[in-house]
């Protein structure tokens, strides 16, 4: 009897475990040693289609002034690494960014139909405009279909004949659409265009929809989108051709309150910014809606739920001191542009001070972890001297939104992230007593927070990841999230795992790759293939090593 | 009653389509007419250069060479330079160095041609429009020059003229080089050589006085002079 409940308790125990080593599965592949005109520079996109997965990165010539002064441009050709579904490189193929012997630029390539869709761009400096060009390529053999098209165009002046792309483009999730967008606010401009910018009445931009045969469904030209100087910072757009575009309208009463998205030293005061909205249907017929009058964010995004149409505006608070003071979360119908539910959630003092008090959950601590211990307690002990001073209602730090999911419920999961930099400048003397400086910015990715909003925009509850990793080189956000089966799932370059929302500190395991195969400076990036599987590139000199990190789906 | 809301209908649904459409011109299509597009008013994609350097003018040398790109990465450029009139700015400077017979001095070079081979490896650049080599320069010259040669006496020295000898420079370069488009069919390049040089001057006549008979002798000698050299050039060039 006895050895029986032993038996029981110890398959309960192995059960356990295994459920919580089994949730992220991670397959590796064999190490692949590319010839060196195929060892790429900058790992861009993963896709799968059937049983194989593709991985595109960018090779060409670097950015250089050479010894005769001459300024190299960047110029990259695309490189298709085919893998299998055991990770195993079958081949890689290179698609050079080049058209009837014009140098074009590269821009991205993703699933379009059934096939893979290139995207180049060119600067025409004699016609002053900038045109978006697409090519199709078979996927058994990356041999092009037909001919490329030109998908859109937009002005450039004489000056900006060197500048990067202006288009955005998104693809809709039954690869059957593509939503190409040009703004001109994002470029960099002079004092003079800015200016003129600003006084202009309204602000414009324009837009193409086209389906898989490149044929236009909708097209869009200097249409009106808030004013002055509004920034379009999202779009998004469903199967039947629905679109939503969400910009920033900035504020310009008067020099000093001028709020510029993702502003960090701004205050409420006297604030008219807003956030617009823009729903466009394929038809041509356009909604324009504003809300959050008043108010500035560090950062915003949106997220289309496709099975009800709804599409979420969820944005992190300014609060003018470098800290998120809330959420602010809007619900609009696609469709029908019906506005469901408008929320700004303050965090409040209890919350922020119950954030603020977390510890770390005890782990297996190698040298590294012990070492990221010591810096989360360093920083806290800073923002604890904060505390001293005066109460704070804002997250210090929490400035950066990163994802944002939908439940079967209507409910979001806003996953976001602490994020500041600092630099150093470093004095070295040689042996002739000459003294050279050098500046080295760091940037530093915290602690994951991440909040479960109702549908009605309150915040149910939280998660809590304490995380620190510095770099000379900017990201975005150096993470990403899965969240399927009602669970949200943390992944870094280095480690994994499950994030409760329980209003506790969860933890992130290493990867097994990541302990079996030890690479000190080795390079490691990361990329989301489909809801619940991430592409892992782990490369060092020579050497490129691809795994599947996948989270294992519940029935 | 009821044709008149149907015909107020069929024009409310008419206008709501020319609204949808009215903005879709022409040109907004996608097209697969690129050429039109890519036409910037610069030539691309060519393999044939026809260009003219700065080195060999500063000798005197008038003249172009041409070049063409085999492959994407092998190009071959052939020259060939001619020079009609007086001059005396390199060589002048170079022979004044010579290990020549005491009291020789170089007047001027005359009438020459010249020569040049240029096999490159192109590092980056697929057309002949950008890009960067390195190479191997030959060069060779052969031209007439005039000298005045010393001629010991025993009442006064002095010099008598040679003309019309016949001279040769030859030159070996490890070059490396760049060259850029700038308008719609042009280059320019600047290319850093470092190389050996070789000139020859042959039956170059010599005086020496013969202590014997008391009066000069000439003697034809011929005269080698090697060194190391660098080398600086600038080029401008029409596209093919």
């Known amino acids: 009897m006895k050895n029986i409940l032993l038996l029981l308790c110890a398959l309960c125990i192995s059960n356990v475990f295994s459920q919580k080593n089994n949730a992220i599965k991670e397959l590796t592949g064999t190490e692949f040693r590319p010839e060196k005109k195929d060892r790429p520079y900058f790992y861009q996109n993963a896709i799968k289609i059937g049983d194989n997965y593709y991985v595109v990165a960018q090779k060409g010539d670097r950015a250089y002034t050479n010894f005769f002064g001459f300024y190299s441009r960047l110029k990259y050709d695309f490189k298709i690494f085919k893998l299998d579904a055991k990770m195993n490189v079958k081949s890689v193929a290179t698609i050079p960014a080049e058209f009837e012997g014009k140098d074009v630029q590269t821009l991205k390539i993703g699933r379009y139909g059934d096939k893979l869709c290139a995207l180049f761009y060119f600067n025409n400096r004699k016609a002053r405009k900038q045109y978006l060009f697409a090519q199709m390529y078979e996927l058994k053999n990356f041999a092009p279909v037909g001919k490329p098209y030109k998908i859109g165009e937009t002005m450039i002046t004489k000056k900006e004949s060197k500048i990067g792309c202006i288009f955005k483009v998104s693809i809709t999730d039954d690869f059957s659409k593509m939503l190409i967008t040009a703004d001109r606010t994002n470029i960099s401009r002079s004092r003079r265009e800015k200016k003129a910018a600003a006084e202009q009445k309204n602000h414009t931009f324009s837009y193409w929809l086209i389906d898989s045969d490149f044929k236009l469904i909708n097209v869009g030209k200097n249409v009106k989108m808030g004013k002055g100087t509004t920034e379009i910072i999202d779009q998004t757009f469903d199967n039947e051709g629905n679109m939503c575009i969400l910009g920033f309208e900035q504020a310009t009463t008067t020099k000093k309150s001028r709020y510029v998205f993702g502003d960090i030293d701004g205050d409420e005061d006297g604030n008219n910014s807003k956030l617009v909205m823009k729903i466009i249907r394929p038809n041509g017929e356009a909604t324009d809606l504003t809300f959050a009058n008043g108010e500035y964010f560090y950062s915003a995004m949106m997220k289309l739920n496709p099975n009800t149409g709804n599409v979420a505006v969820v944005g992190l608070l300014g609060s003018g001191k470098y800290g998120s003071k809330g959420l602010f979360t809007q619900q609009v119908n696609i469709k029908t542009a019906e506005v469901l539910a408008e929320n700004k959630s303050l965090f409040g003092i209890d919350l922020v001070k119950e954030i603020n008090s977390l510890k770390p959950p005890t782990v297996k601590s190698s040298k590294s972890n012990a070492k990221k211990e010591k810096r989360a307690n360093k920083d806290k002990k800073e923002s604890k001297k904060v505390k001293k001073t005066e109460v704070p209602d804002y997250l210090h730090m929490f400035v950066r939104l990163g994802s944002c999911h939908y439940n079967d419920s209507n409910e979001l999961v806003v996953v976001g992230q602490k994020y500041y930099t600092y630099t150093v400048t470093y004095t070295t003397t040689d042996s002739k007593g000459r003294t050279t400086t050098h500046t080295v910015t760091y940037y530093v990715y915290g602690d994951i927070i991440s909040f479960k909003v109702s549908p009605e925009g309150e915040i149910e509850n939280f998660g809590y990841i304490f995380h620190h990793v510095e770099t000379t080189a900017y990201v975005y956000k150096d993470y990403t999230s899965l969240y399927t089966g009602d669970k949200l799932y943390i992944l870094t370059k280095s480690s994994g795992g499950q994030m409760f929302l329980n209003n506790k500190a969860s933890s992130l395991q290493l990867f097994k790759e990541y302990n079996t195969i030890a690479r000190r400076n080795s390079y490691a990036d990361f990329m989301n293939v489909s809801e619940n599987e991430m592409i892992h590139i782990s490369s060092r000199k020579n050497k490129v090593l691809f795994s599947l990190i996948s989270v294992k789906l519940e029935k | ?240």
């Open chain 2, 1 to 240: 009653m009821t044709n008149k809301v149907l015909l107020a209908m069929l024009f409310v649904v008419s206008a709501f389509s020319v609204n949808a459409q009215k903005n879709k011109s022409k040109s907004d299509e996608p097209s697969n007419n690129i050429s039109s597009f890519l036409n910037d008013g610069r030539v691309k994609g060519v393999n044939n250069l026809i260009r003219i350097r700065l080195a060999p003018s500063f000798m005197g040398y008038m003249g172009a060479s041409y070049e063409r790109k085999f492959t994407e990465k092998f190009g071959l450029e052939v020259g060939a330079n001619v020079k009609t009139n007086k001059s005396a700015i390199w060589e002048e400077y170079r022979e004044a160095h010579f290990n020549a017979p005491f009291g020789t001095e170089y007047i001027a070079s005359k009438k020459g041609i010249g020569f040049s081979i240029f096999p490159k490896y192109y590092k980056y650049g697929k057309y002949i429009n950008h890009g960067r080599y390195i190479g191997l320069q030959l060069n060779t010259r052969s031209f007439k020059s005039d000298f005045n040669l010393y001629v010991p006496s025993s009442i006064m020295d002095t010099y008598a003229t040679q003309s019309d000898v016949a001279c040769s420079y030859k030159s070996l370069f490890l070059v490396w080089g760049n060259q850029r488009q700038f308008g719609s069919r042009f280059t320019f390049g600047m290319e850093l050589g470092f190389g050996v040089n070789q000139d020859n001057i042959k039956k170059l006549n010599q005086y020496t006085w013969d202590d014997i008979n008391s009066k000069s002798i000439i003697t034809q000698i011929d005269v080698k002079h090697n060194q190391i050299t660098m080398q600086i050039d600038l080029s401008l060039g029409i596209l093919l």
